[in-house]
């Protein structure tokens, strides 16, 4: 076949073998298109709108016609579907895409004839390639692997789409066509050149050339297709691949009109074309004006409209586009104007020759052109109207004017309006639409309006008239209590319209009742007794097929609500309307359609419904609606602050966690709303302008006593998993509860309270409380079996054997069945044995089957329906036929024959019972009730045990007799043993309880001796370990290193190499993946993101679908992956020794009653851990238990060995409860001590006493050598030989060695202190510094005669000191501290010349050193590679890139050694790396450090001057004093009183000032001023541009400018740390702010006490503040304002740390450039 090229377009593209392509520009498509138009145009079934709708006579392959957008499309149908919505999925045939529709209509046979448009095509001769991982069979390693396949591959999928998606001119190069199917290449433009898809796809390695394999592909496509139609109808839907229909005409409607236009332009014949009228305002229309602005001037009004209702009744086809309707109006003018006697005007383009045209008014308009006039005209019509102007108007007399607001409802006996203070916008607009006044004003607007405005502009009529009305009707604002004037007489006056006389008697009393929110509850907590009506979906008026396509909920309220199935019909905020279409949200679930207008009614809601059916979402976007409309709702308490106005309250911290992300993601960026999340610990609690409020009650309770929030602003209130919270938080609900009631009692707004209740069942709690609401709540329950319960069901179970079911049967419908709707549901098999049973026990039945046709099902089940009382009939069926062919609602008694292997279709079962579910709140007596009967044989037992779980988590447990509950507990049994011989893990919950509430949890909650007890960890005694991984607050993997039994044995721990190679071998040769995964079992993971691939032991933690949690047992990793990566792992591994287990600590639990630990407390657990480098340190515990491969441990602290004894550390127990992340529960372990008794596990005695045992023997301790991370380190520079030997020490363990050195210095001055016996080379040992003052850490490197040269291990240089002067060092110097200097090179640089030079080394000095100082900066350094040391053996040397840390304009020291001239580039490439700026540092410096020092000498003279204070007795005895902060109260008493010998020293001279070192720049003049929490500075320079302002370790400001060739520097060490800087240059001066870290006044600016010539302090900015004079007593005054009060006292625990959102928003530190 020859190659044809054709320009295409593609709507469709599934996979490179299977698209669709059309001609979108085609001059035969477009013909065809026109004529397959026309053609339905003129079919009088189409024309006259009576086209055959059948929808259920077509089938799967009928080629019909369907609607879009009002015109036919040819289409096949693909699938036929049960919901209404979305019942057919069409084919377009002539556009190449899917298409879902709720109708389709029948099609002509002379169009089923005519050929697709829309061809299906395929790259030609190629197949996909398969990559995949097979193993090398020399080393065995995993390597990649490529073949060609049959199937389309994920990656090709996607890649193919995103290259598609980006492509619009495309051409098609036709190569073969087979089976209708063309064969071919498709071409796109890419940079003005065409390119190949298939060559595109083959160079991305998707596609490979093989023809073999694309003849097989080709011979499976169309099964492909078939196979695939919804991935199909979602790639279409994903493209929009629709939008060529509408493209197609706009395109095709263009092309026509241009060429129109053309013709109309060179013959003079478009000025009386008729054109649609441009929009105008009605009042600015003349009355005699016509509707064409196009028309001609000789042409009268008459005549134009004649020509209009032409055209009108012209284009009257319903499926016709307005598009087409005028190109065929100039179709027509243009066939008028050729055969009309007077064309013969001369034809031409110039415009001097052209005909005048004409304007709307009739006048001829000269120099202006038909086209020009079209052009203008089209341009007015893009543009929006101008707003009618506004005439003057001429009211009637008749007509009563009245004030703005008032209520305009007449009094019928008066005659007099009714007045009313409370204005409702609603209320408003109805009565001036029902006053006879405003009506007859109506009808004289109407007289002056002409009939044909009217007829043209009703929408501007409608417009106009509500500006009326809103001119008229504007907002009366009267006060409550006001005794203004206008109030007076606007609440006083009896009639309107009589004249006001202002005498007002002044002693006569003004009463008024202030209008309050409605109560919560009935009063005294008593049950409402009015007559509530409860009206509840009514589905006997339905129809089945409104039955099917509407969902079946249990609704009742006191108002009738239809479902809104389309988000889109709802009024929610266009952010949570963006919101839900970002989460994919266009449809309502099913408790959502009624739940979201309820909610938006200011309705009580209480809905019910099973986990994860949207109970969330059907109370967010609502309330969230309501915050975003704050200033018009809420406008009463925008200017309150203390209290939230929605408060969400959750059973759990992980719900309220949950609930708060959804949050988050619904609202997406910021929309000025507060949402606050506050869990445990309470501390930094924001609440001023809080929004949203999400916590638990136990939480709520303890801000409302601390007085960290009120309700004064509170509207509503939600109860997330409210059947938890009713049963476990009674008596806070109750609490709550009330003072929200007190609180409406003193709310002065009519702003009602809103309760909105989720639940998972209903309960007896729950009926109450809505019994108890003052107003009827709207109830809506998804839950059939809790609908059931809900509405009082009386359930039966009845235990008999199966040769007993008949004659229990007949017991139940003898006498009933004719008077009470009776429904059995039974299995496949049984129907006949049920019906046999019935006819001879005399029981009328209808008996459907599942193999009857869908025809004589429907019969019987209208028969069944519209039978009356004392006609009815056993309705008979199966669980099949109930949930999928009927729609039975008004069942009353619902026979279990037998139970179903699902409990999905057990409750499903009682949607039959809707009907006669009658609601508990309503106080009329029902006749009929609801009764379900389950007849339980012998064959029901392996339903029983899900069928007891259901019956205990209700109320109807209390109602089983004893031998049923006996039964329900051996069923527990049998269920446990089952666990246990499939090794399911133990519940992490009973772990940490004791105990597991959960009816439905699916773990092990029985101990075996032979699965939880481990003959390889310890059962008592002591245990050293370390921490490798923190999963939960009281949960850790650690690493076991020594055990100390109860006798103080000592046993360590090996540590032993997993993965072995004989289980890495062993797993490749079998490679057996895991079909079935079970929870707790051990597998083997691959790890396919190392390079050679490995395996390792893992626990199943967490299975869901494909998707699984494991813990690396011999890593102590816990990560997700996915569950084809687990292979099946042999015994002999599984019973092998763990590298590290779970440790639990003994008997603490979450606090508040929660149900799991918080993110928060998890976070600040591992906080404290992290700032205790808990990696290298070692803990010790008591062992209280042992399960399986956990160890319970009390009393877990770290142990520090000291020359003189044993001393505790960080105490890990003992900070977790201090900081209250837990609190203690004894009957953690008590309750385990039980399962353990019950399991015939014996326990050790865990209670005796220990003591730690240190032995007295001199041993040799191990040094150990600081190192770097593989990331960037922060490094002090210590010393360098050269640059091949450079030693650096970890800038954070600065404040470590500062101690270590005091400690050892002082333990040097004790007496007694142990000699150093026989140095040799290589012993570590003290000897002071090259200074001469302290002694430091040495290791001895050699040794000649007396003298000895030192390597000092913290500091990185030597000397050569006499062996007298060594002193011994005791082994806790040596393991508290790692040695901190560590060797290093600088990566990527050589010498310049042969060797380093000293000059190089001085070099390196200077840039590592402060300016004009001796004191080192900080550096950062990131590893490159790491070697042997042959100067230190057992310490690593590391191959480095270092980057200067000072300044703005960090560079690499590596090639600045390189620019210098001292060093070349090596072979290895230098690349630079970022640094996090951090601002913050929490370490002291020297200077900070001495100040302390300073402050306890001074704290002494204090205490030696506290004679001058007033004795106790002076004391009054109402005053007390507290010192809340020693130091902080010391500091600010430094100065010490005077005495005479000070004022003696005052008369001596000065010290003579010493001369400044030279400096190459300028200092400039600083006026500085405070306040409690700013410290501001002016820079007094002129005109400053370019500056920068630096802040290094929260404490040193460095300011640099150059201003006319001088260079003006400014470094200032400050009195103590700032958060953060801001800089701003005012033109005469530079304003620096800083913000302080403590809220406390400075002394001075600087650290240093000596004053500098260029610091002032701005005496001007001081601020003297007058104190209030106090009164002898003040008492706080109550009342409605104070309650109101803006001010409110909150705690001091709770200050602000976030303006915005929850507690986990930290404060970012800011730096300033």
Request: hydrophobic share 35%.
């Amino acid at each position: 076949m020859e190659e044809k090229t054709k320009r295409v377009a593609v709507p469709t593209f599934v996979n490179p073998h299977l698209f669709w392509i059309i001609e979108p520009y085609s001059h035969e498509r477009t013909k065809t298109l026109r004529d397959i138009n026309k053609f339905l145009q003129e079919d009088n079934e189409y024309k006259n709108g009576s086209v055959p709708n059948l929808n259920d006579s077509f089938e799967i392959g009928d080629i019909v016609a369907v609607s879009i957008n009002r015109i036919f499309h040819r289409a096949i149908i693909e699938d036929i579907s049960g919901t209404e919505t979305t019942r057919f999925l069409c084919w377009l045939i002539d556009y190449g895409t899917m298409y879902e529709c709720s109708a389709v209509y029948k099609l002509p046979k002379a169009l089923k004839k005519v050929a697709p448009l829309a061809g299906q095509a395929s790259l030609n001769n190629v197949a996909y390639v398969q990559q995949y991982l097979s193993f090398d069979e020399v080393s065995g390693l995993p390597v990649k692997s490529s073949e060609p396949v049959l199937a389309p591959t994920s990656i090709s999928h996607q890649v193919s789409l995103e290259l598609m998606s980006n492509l619009s001119d495309l051409k098609f190069v036709v190569e073969n066509k087979v089976n209708g199917v063309l064969h071919g290449d498709i071409l796109y433009k890419d940079n003005a050149e065409w390119k190949s898809l298939k060559e595109t796809l083959i160079d991305r390695g998707i596609l490979i050339v093989e023809e073999k394999l694309f003849m097989e592909i080709q011979e499976n496509i169309y099964g492909y297709k078939e196979a695939h139609l919804g991935l199909i109808a979602q790639i279409c839907r994903k493209l929009n691949s629709i939008k060529f229909l509408e493209e197609e005409k706009t395109a095709w409607c263009n092309q026509l009109v241009s060429k129109y236009l053309q013709e109309f332009e060179c013959n003079d014949l478009f000025e009386d074309a008729e054109m649609e009228p441009p929009l105008r305002s009605r009042r600015s229309k003349s009355r005699n004006a016509t509707n064409d602005s196009f028309a001609s001037g000789n042409e009268s009004a008459s005549d134009v409209d004649n020509s209009n209702n032409k055209s009108q009744n012209s284009s009257n086809s319903k499926y016709q586009s307005p598009t087409n309707s005028r190109i065929k109006l100039l179709l027509e003018k243009l066939k008028m104007q050729r055969t009309s006697p007077n064309s013969h005007v001369k034809t031409s383009c110039n415009r001097s020759e052209q005909p005048e045209s004409t304007s709307t008014d009739g006048k001829e308009k000269p120099g202006i052109s038909a086209l020009q006039l079209h052009l203008q005209q089209k341009k007015k019509l893009k543009k929006k109207p101008p707003p009618a102007r506004r005439e003057k108007r001429v009211i009637p007399k008749n007509v009563i004017l009245m004030p703005g607001g008032a209520n305009r409802t007449f009094n019928p006996v008066t005659k007099k309006p009714v007045k009313s203070t409370n204005h409702d916008a609603s209320t408003t607009n109805k009565s001036f639409e029902e006053e006879p006044a405003m009506k007859e004003a109506d009808k004289w607007e109407e007289k002056e309006t002409s009939p044909n405005d009217e007829n043209s502009t009703r929408e501007e009529v409608k417009e106009e008239h509500k500006e009326i009305k809103n001119d008229l009707v504007k907002p009366l604002q009267i006060k409550p209590y006001c005794t203004c004037k206008q109030c007076e007489h606007w609440t006083t006056d009896s009639d309107w319209r009589t004249e006001t006389n202002f005498v007002h008697d002044s002693k006569q009393t003004k009463l008024l009742t202030v209008n309050k929110p409605p109560n919560l509850f009935v009063q005294d907590g008593e049950e409402a007794t009015t007559d509530r009506t409860v009206i509840s979906v009514d589905y006997s008026s339905l129809t089945k097929v409104q039955k099917q396509a509407m969902p079946k909920l249990l609704v009742h309220g006191e108002y009738s609500q239809n479902p809104l199935r389309l988000v889109s019909d709802l009024y929610f905020h266009e952010s949570i309307h963006a919101g839900l279409r970002n989460m994919d949200y266009r449809e309502a679930k099913r408790i959502q359609m009624y739940t979201w207008p309820a909610i938006l009614r200011q309705q009580h809601v209480v809905m019910v419904s099973g986990p994860r059916t949207g109970k969330t979402m059907a109370y967010l976007p609502p309330i969230l609606t309501f915050l975003l409309e704050k200033n018009e709702r809420y406008e009463p308490f925008i200017s309150k602050t203390g209290g939230p106005i929605v408060t969400v309250l959750c059973a759990t911290t992980k719900k309220c966690e949950d609930v708060y992300d959804l949050i988050r993601v619904l609202l997406g960026n910021r929309n000025g709303l507060k949402i606050s999340l506050i869990t445990y610990p309470l501390t930094h609690i924001n609440t001023k302008h809080l929004d949203m409020l999400v916590t638990t009650p136990p939480l709520l309770m303890d801000l409302l006593k601390a007085n960290a929030i009120n309700f004064k602003r509170l509207c509503h209130i939600v109860l997330e998993d409210g059947d938890q919270i009713l049963k476990q938080e009674s008596e806070v609900m109750m609490r709550v509860f009330a003072l929200a009631e007190s609180m409406l009692n003193n709310r002065v707004y009519m702003k009602p309270l809103q309760l909105i209740v989720c639940a998972e069942s209903w309960n007896l709690r729950l009926e109450k409380l809505t019994k108890r609401l003052a107003k009827m709540p709207f109830i809506c329950i998804a839950n059939y079996l809790e609908a059931a319960l809900y509405g009082k069901m009386q359930f039966s179970l009845k235990f008999i054997n199966s040769a007993c079911k008949e004659h229990e049967l007949k017991n139940l419908l003898k006498e009933t069945f004719k008077v009470c709707k009776s429904l059995i549901v039974c299995k496949k098999e049984e129907i006949e044995h049920v019906q046999t049973i019935l006819m001879l026990k005399g029981v009328e039945a209808t008996v459907i089957t599942d193999d009857m046709p869908k025809e004589d099902i429907f019969y019987l089940e209208t028969v069944w329906t519209r039978c009356s009382g004392g006609e009815y009939t056993v309705l008979v069926c199966t669980d099949f036929i109930l949930n999928s062919m009927l729609t039975v609602t008004s069942a009353s008694l619902l026979i279990h024959f037998s139970l179903p292997h699902s409990w999905t279709q057990f409750v499903k079962r009682f949607a039959c019972l809707l009907e006669n579910c009658h609601s508990p709140l309503s106080t009329k007596n029902t006749h009929v009730k609801c009764q379900s009967v389950v007849l339980c044989d012998e064959e029901c037992e392996a339903q029983m045990f899900k069928f007891f779980k259901f019956i205990n988590s209700t109320e109807l447990s209390s109602q089983l007799p004893d031998k049923v509950k006996n039964f329900s507990e051996e069923l527990e049994k049998v269920s446990e043993e089952k666990k246990l011989k499939t090794r399911v893990g133990l519940c992490e919950t009973l772990k940490l309880f004791g105990m597991c509430p959960t009816y439905y949890c699916p773990a092990r909650h029985t101990l075996n001796k032979d699965l939880d007890i481990s003959d390889s960890l310890p059962q008592s005694g002591r245990v050293k370990f370390k921490i490798v991984n923190i999963p939960d607050v009281t949960t850790f993997i650690v690493q076991l290193l020594q055990h100390t039994d109860m006798d103080n044995n000592i046993v360590n721990f090996e540590e032993d190499a997993f993965p072995t190679e004989d289980m890495v071998c062993s797993i490749k040769l079998s490679r057996k993946q895991v079909i079935h995964p079970v929870v707790g079992h051990m597998y083997a993971y691959y790890e396919m993101e190392e390079l050679d691939g490995t395996y390792y032991r893992c626990d199943l933690l967490e299975l869901e679908g494909d998707a699984v949690k494991i813990k690396l047992v011999d890593t102590g990793r816990v990560i997700s992956t996915v569950k084809n990566r687990l292979f099946k792992l042999s015994k002999e591994f599984q019973n092998k020794p763990r590298r590290f287990i779970d440790i639990h600590l003994a008997n603490l639990i979450p606090p508040y009653r929660d149900g799991n630990f918080s993110a928060k407390s998890f976070m600040n657990v591992k906080n404290l851990l992290e700032k205790n480098d808990y990696k290298n340190m070692v803990l010790t515990g008591d062992i209280r238990l042992q399960l399986g491969h956990a160890l319970w441990l009390d009393n877990v602290y770290q142990e520090i060995a000291l020359s003189d004894g044993v001393v505790r550390g960080f105490q890990l127990t003992r900070e977790i409860i201090v900081k209250k992340l837990a609190e203690l529960d004894n009957d953690q372990l008590s309750q385990l001590y039980k399962l353990c008794k019950d399991a015939s596990i014996s326990l050790p005695v865990y209670v005796k006493p220990f003591k730690a045992c240190i032995k007295k023997e001199e041993v040799d301790v191990e040094p150990q050598w600081a190192f770097l991370d593989a990331e960037v380190n922060e490094v002090t520079f210590a010393s360098a030989m050269s640059p091949d030997e450079v030693y650096v020490r970890l800038d954070k363990f600065n404040v470590q060695l500062d101690t270590l050195q005091k400690e050892i210095q002082e333990s040097l001055k004790k007496p007694h202190y142990p000699a150093l016996n026989a140095p040799k080379i290589g012993t570590v040992c003290l000897a002071k510094n090259p200074d001469g003052i302290d002694y430091a850490r040495v290791l001895i490197k050699n040794m000649e005669n007396d003298k000895a040269l030192c390597f000092y291990v913290d500091y990185g240089d030597e000397a050569v000191v006499d062996v007298a002067d060594l002193k011994h060092i005791l082994p806790k110097f040596i393991t508290k501290l790692p040695f901190q200097t560590i060797q290093c090179k600088l990566h990527g640089i050589k010498p310049a010349l042969e060797a380093w030079q000293y000059d190089d080394t001085d070099l390196l000095y200077e840039y590592a050193t402060e300016p004009n100082s001796d004191i080192f900066r900080l550096m950062y350094a990131k590893v490159i590679s790491k070697e042997k040391n042959d100067i230190h053996p057992t310490q690593n040397r590391y191959s480095i890139v270092l980057k200067d840390g000072f300044g703005e304009k960090r560079i690499l020291i590596n090639n600045l050694l390189v620019e210098c001239g001292v060093a070349v580039p090596g072979t290895e490439q230098i690349e630079d790396f970022e640094v996090c700026a951090t601002t913050n540092v929490s370490e002291e410096t020297d200077e900070e450090l001495e100040l302390i020092r300073d402050i306890h000498e001074k704290t002494k003279q204090v205490e030696e001057n506290a004679c001058m204070l007033p004795s106790q007795g002076e004391l009054n005895e109402d005053m007390e004093l507290f010192i809340m902060d020693a130091e902080k109260f010391f500091k600010s008493l430094l100065i010490p009183p005077s005495s005479d010998n000070q004022r003696a020293n005052t008369t001596k001279e000065l010290p003579a000032i010493q001369a400044a070192p030279p400096v190459d720049y300028y200092t400039p003049e600083v006026y500085w001023s405070q306040t409690e929490k700013h410290v501001k500075l002016d820079i007094k320079l002129h005109d400053v541009e370019k500056y920068t302002v630096n802040l290094t370790r929260g404490i040193t400001i460095n300011f640099r400018t150059v201003k006319n060739d001088k260079t003006y520097k400014l470094n200032l060490i400050l009195y103590e740390k700032v958060s953060f800087v801001q800089h701003i240059s005012m033109g005469p001066q530079v304003r620096v702010t800083l913000s302080k870290v403590t809220n406390s006044e400075w002394p001075r600016l600087t650290l240093s006490k000596q004053r500098l010539r260029n610091i002032h302090y701005d005496v001007s900015a001081i601020q003297v503040k007058e104190e209030p004079a106090k009164k002898i007593l003040e008492l706080p005054v109550m009342s409605d304002d104070d309650d109101e009060s803006d001010d409110d006292n909150i705690d001091i625990m709770y200050h602000v740390v976030s303006d915005m959102d929850s507690e986990f928003d930290e404060e970012v530190a800011r730096d300033s450039d």
